[in-house]
C-alpha cells in the first residue's frame, strides 16, 4: 500500500512570499489532516478534512493559510503572505475512517529567510 | 496550556534493557492514545495505541500501559534494540463528535546503545 505523498520536501522563501503544499492521501482513506511541525515540539493540528468538507480549522492562521481537499482525495495547503514564524515542517496525514491510526507523509520542510 | 506531556527530553538505554517512556496529560475527555515514532526527515510512523476502556495493550516488543486515575501512560519496549533509536511522540484524542484530531507531546528522544 502507498503511503502518504508529499511535495516538495523542502522549500525555501523569502517573507512576505507565498508557498503552496501538496498532499496525496492513502487510497480510500477518508480523513486528511494537516500538522505544522515547529523545532522542538509535537506537531500542531492545523485543519482537518472528512471528505472534501473541513471538520476542524480552529487552529488554522486564516489570515494568511488557506487548504482545500479536491474532490476529497488530493489537499493542498497554502501560505500567502509567509512569516518568520511559519519556518517548520509541515506534515499531511490520513486515516481510514474516524478514530482510527493516522499515518504521515515525510512532510515539507519549509525555510523563511 | 499542554495538554499533552512528555517530561524526559531524551532517554539512553543499553541494548537488550528496557526502555521506558512516560507521557501525561491533563485533558480528561482523551479517550484515545497513541505512540508514534519518528527518525530524522521523516514523518511520524503509528507504533502502538490504546483506548481508554483498556489499560494494557501489547504488540511485540512493544506495550502500552494506561492508568486514567493518574492521567498516564507509558510505553514499555522490550528489549530494546539499536533500531529503537528515534524521538517517541505520546499523543491523544478525544472529546466525541467526528473531531479525532490529535494532540501530541513534544516528544523524547530515545537512543539505545549497542
Known amino acids: 500500500e502507498a503511503g502518504v505523498a508529499q511535495s516538495p520536501r523542502y522549500k525555501i522563501i523569502e517573507k512576505r512570499q507565498s508557498v503552496a503544499f501538496w498532499c496525496n492521501p492513502i487510497?480510500?482513506?477518508?480523513?486528511l489532516y494537516w500538522y505544522q511541525q515547529i523545532l522542538g515540539q509535537g506537531p500542531k493540528l492545523l485543519i482537518q478534512?472528512?471528505?472534501?468538507?473541513?471538520?476542524?480549522d480552529s487552529q488554522l492562521p486564516k489570515d494568511r493559510f488557506s487548504a482545500e481537499r479536491l474532490k476529497g482525495v488530493d489537499s493542498t495547503l497554502k501560505i500567502q503572505p509567509a512569516k518568520l514564524e511559519d519556518s517548520a515542517v509541515y506534515l499531511c496525514?490520513?486515516?481510514?475512517?474516524?478514530?482510527?491510526?493516522?499515518?504521515f507523509g515525510d512532510g515539507t520542510r519549509l525555510s523563511i529567510l | 496550556d499542554q495538554q499533552v506531556k512528555q517530561n524526559s527530553p531524551s532517554l539512553s538505554v543499553q541494548e537488550g534493557r528496557i526502555s521506558i517512556l512516560n507521557c501525561d496529560y491533563t485533558?480528561?475527555?482523551?479517550?484515545?492514545f497513541l505512540w508514534y515514532k519518528k527518525y530524522p526527515a521523516e514523518g511520524p510512523t503509528f507504533l502502538i495505541s490504546?483506548?481508554?476502556?483498556?489499560d494494557k495493550n501489547e504488540d511485540g516488543r512493544f506495550t502500552v500501559f494506561l492508568n486514567k486515575s493518574a492521567k498516564h501512560l507509558s510505553l514499555h519496549i522490550v528489549p530494546s534494540q539499536p533500531g529503537d533509536s528515534a524521538v517517541y511522540f505520546c499523543?491523544?484524542?478525544?472529546?466525541?463528535?467526528?473531531?479525532?484530531?490529535?494532540?501530541f507531546g513534544k516528544g523524547t528522544l530515545l537512543t539505545v546503545n549497542p
Open positions: 496525514a490520513s486515516s481510514l475512517v474516524g478514530n482510527q491510526p493516522q499515518h
Open positions: 487510497s480510500g482513506h477518508a480523513t
Open positions: 478534512f472528512q471528505n472534501n468538507g473541513v471538520v476542524d
Open positions: 485533558n480528561s475527555m482523551f479517550d484515545y
Open positions: 490504546i483506548s481508554s476502556i483498556k
Open positions: 499523543a491523544a484524542s478525544g472529546g466525541g463528535g467526528s473531531n479525532y484530531k490529535l494532540t
